[in-house]
Nanobody, 119 residues
């Protein structure tokens, strides 16, 4: 059973925008986005306290990325604006019944979707 699944990655020039989507299996899940670039550790990007508007953002994306939720379709989104080459990474959606903020302790992970930003 696929509990978490991302979509929406792609290639874009610096300054552009992309929107990632993630569908999840349970409304009891807290959701988060992470990313990992080659040779680097997994980095917390955004985390959403479900069914509220409370979100936590990583320092490198605050003011540029926005995480939101559509509870009716069990989908979260990551709107990425003003993209920079350093945003290039594999982006993962994560879920758990515990809110882990931006720590990579979530139990359920998607397969990832690649984002590439060219200068």
């Amino acid at each position: 059973q696929v509990l978490v699944m991302e979509s929406g990655g792609g290639s874009v020039q610096a300054g552009g925008s992309l929107r990632l989507s993630c569908t999840y299996a349970s409304r009891d899940f807290f959701m988060a986005w992470f990313r990992q670039a080659p040779g680097k550790e997994r980095e917390g990007v955004a985390a959403l306290f479900h069914h509220t508007e409370f979100t936590e953002y990583g320092a490198s994306v605050v003011g540029r990325f926005t995480m939101s939720e559509d509870g009716a379709s069990n989908t979260v989104f990551l709107q990425m604006d003003s993209l920079k080459p350093e945003d290039t990474a594999m982006y993962y959606c994560a879920a758990d019944t515990v809110f882990w903020w931006l720590l990579p302790k979530y139990r359920y992970w998607g397969q990832g979707t690649q984002v590439a930003v060219s200068s």
